[in-house]
């Protein structure tokens, strides 16, 4: 049998300058095939093709597959992700088994035991087989059949009961079987929230992904002390208070990775809700280039941070990615040499080589003390959770004024604004003038489906109306819309883009700062300098093909 890399040369996926380094290889030698597909020399789908023909067995892509629901029923769950299989179809009295090698005589004979039917093996790209496994392998079922049995077992009071007395680590206990697969779910969905709410007559669950509720799940009533008990017990939160608001942290392990998750309880009517805030570090990585500036705002943004002092902030609404561009920044501008601290409230992501303080009001550590304090710990780049007061904003435009790089956000609507609040906080206009170099005001809009976005026909008079830049002389631009397939849920967007709108203080803006001149003053000079606002940024980012028209109109005032 032909090896690995004879087949790769032999269907021209591999170039020649890289003959001589693969023909000493071992037949199979997979460390050669992973180097070869990091340096770029041959790209993860080349290789399961090549595999495909070593194995003589036909290759598929998934995305675009018609996937038999009847096939993927047939095999449980736990054995496809095991082997990281996924039967797909049926062929001539066999079940038809996407695979990554082929050759894996253990999965498909755990496959044709639990199918009891032959086994007829095709190779998909591992990338796309894992994808295809979160969509149609899904927890729901298990879901159903965990509720059904928790609702046979006991009434209301003895589940809650029996959900405390429950051994944390046992993980065949109904009740803890079932909050892990709502927490695995929501991951594997991409999911930024999970809501868990009582209702009069059933526990709903929603997850938040790329921005908007989706129901996922509904419970009969009797579970609800014992799935909401199971979630305190897990991140340390009182179990026995149920008359105030609590918060706790706690982390799971999926797919290899650990991940974070801040729970917050709230009491309700119908009992305590609970929100769980999925804390994924891979935003942590994340480069400039990810944030999806516009090349001028880049500039704007890189100029502004490459200062060894001065204050930038990140303003916008909660939810709309201000701490991941913090982040991003701090990644950028993060170096042996310099000292990095924040202060933050929760600390969301921890991040390597930054030391981070935690806010703890009961303590006394404020904002404003921690800030006091860490400024006699020599720092070169502050991080501020966010400015809530006169006290917090004085000390942090003052370390900005003595050599210090301050990073924060504040909560207003758009760029300008972030000046006016800051003298409506007390702050002399002439500090403010001086210490702030940036603001960048941004929200999140979802992004298009790149497997099934359609162009969608405007007429140009519609688009003129939604002040979208249309020149009489240039044909209108390609404008795409949603449609929906398997990849995206049938939502028509995967994904999420920011926003932005990136001011610099120039001296025009710095003298009606002192002036005290209105938000709206100051909008006008910075759009006269070139500034775009959150609804031309969204145009452009419409006109790139990246999101849609009504997105834009939806998160954009």
């Known amino acids: 049998m032909a090896s690995m890399t004879e087949i790769l040369i032999l269907h021209g996926h591999l170039p020649i300058e890289y003959l001589d380094e693969v023909s000493s290889a071992a037949p199979n030698d997979e460390s050669v095939v992973r180097e070869l597909i990091e340096r770029g020399a041959i790209s993860s789908t080349q290789v399961a093709k090549a595999r495909a023909a070593q194995a003589g067995v036909p290759f598929v892509e998934l995305v675009d597959y018609p996937v038999d629901r009847s096939a993927v029923a047939l095999v449980n769950g736990a054995v496809c992700r095991r082997h990281t299989v996924l039967p797909i179809s049926f062929a001539e009295g066999a079940l038809v088994l996407a695979m990554r090698d082929a050759g894996d005589v253990l999965a498909i004979d755990d496959v044709r035991a639990a199918a009891r039917m032959p086994v007829v093996a095709v190779v998909a790209e591992e990338d796309d087989l894992a994808a295809a496994i979160d969509r149609y392998i899904r927890a729901d079922d298990e879901l159903n059949d965990l509720t059904t049995t928790l609702e046979d077992e006991a009434g209301p009071d003895d589940i809650g009961a029996a959900a405390v007395a429950d051994d944390p680590a046992d993980d065949e206990a109904p009740i803890v079987r079932f909050v892990n697969l709502i927490v695995s779910q929501a991951i594997q969905d991409r999911a930024s929230d999970i809501h868990i709410e009582p209702g009069e007559h059933s526990l709903r669950v929603r997850y938040r992904i790329d921005g908007v509720l989706h129901e996922m799940q509904s419970a009969p009533k009797s579970v609800q002390n014992g799935v909401i008990s199971r979630l305190?017990?897990?991140?340390?939160?009182?179990?026995?208070?149920?008359?105030?608001?609590?918060?706790?942290?706690?982390?799971?392990?999926?797919?290899?990775?650990?991940?974070?998750?801040?729970?917050?309880?709230?009491?309700?009517?119908?009992?305590?809700?609970?929100?769980?805030?999925?804390?994924?570090n891979t935003n942590t990585s994340l480069t400039l280039t990810d944030l999806n500036l516009l090349e001028r705002n880049l500039e704007t943004f890189k100029t502004a941070y490459s200062k060894p002092y001065g204050m930038i902030l990140v303003t916008g609404p909660t939810g709309s990615g201000k701490s991941t561009t913090l982040y991003t920044t701090l990644n950028a501008v993060s170096r042996p040499e310099i000292n990095v601290i924040t202060v933050e409230?929760?600390?969301?992501?921890?991040?390597?080589?930054?030391?981070?303080?935690?806010?703890?009001?009961?303590?006394?550590?404020?904002?404003?003390?921690?800030?006091?304090?860490?400024?006699?710990?020599?720092?070169?780049?502050?991080?501020?959770?966010?400015?809530?007061?006169?006290?917090?904003?004085?000390?942090?435009?003052?370390?900005?004024?003595?050599?210090?790089?301050?990073?924060?956000?504040?909560?207003?609507?758009?760029?300008?604004?972030?000046?006016?609040?800051?003298?409506?906080?007390?702050?002399?206009?002439?500090?403010?003038?001086?210490?702030?170099?940036?603001?960048?005001?941004?929200?999140?809009?979802?992004?298009?489906?790149?497997r099934c976005k359609q162009p969608i026909a405007y007429e140009v008079d519609d688009l003129r109306r939604l002040r979208f830049p249309v020149s009489p002389e240039i044909e209108p631009p390609v404008v795409y819309g949603p449609v929906g397939c398997t990849a995206c849920s049938n939502t028509g967007y995967r994904g999420r883009l920011a926003v932005h709108e990136v001011m610099a203080v120039t001296e025009e803006i710095e003298r009606l700062t002192v002036e005290r001149a209105s938000s709206a003053e100051i909008g006008r000079m910075a759009r006269e300098q070139g500034m775009l606002t959150l609804r031309e940024d969204g145009w452009e980012k419409v006109r790139l093909g990246q999101t849609s028209v009504d997105e834009i109109l939806r998160v954009v005032a």
């Open 345 to 450: 409230d929760p600390v969301e992501y921890r991040m390597p080589g930054i030391n981070q303080v935690q806010v703890n009001p009961k303590a006394g550590l404020t904002f404003a003390s921690a800030l006091r304090s860490i400024l006699r710990s020599d720092p070169d780049v502050v991080l501020l959770g966010e400015i809530r007061d006169h006290e917090t904003a004085q000390i942090a435009i003052e370390a900005s004024l003595t050599g210090h790089l301050v990073l924060s956000t504040l909560h207003t609507n758009d760029a300008p604004s972030a000046v006016t609040r800051l003298t409506e906080m007390d702050i002399e206009p002439f500090l403010v003038g001086s210490a702030l170099d940036c603001v960048v005001a941004q929200r999140l809009a979802r992004r298009l489906c790149e």
């Open 232 to 280: 305190k017990i897990m991140s340390d939160i009182d179990i026995a208070e149920r008359r105030k608001p609590q918060d706790g942290r706690m982390s799971v392990s999926h797919g290899g990775r650990q991940i974070d998750l801040r729970v917050a309880t709230l009491p309700t009517v119908w009992g305590e809700k609970v929100v769980m805030r999925i804390l994924d």
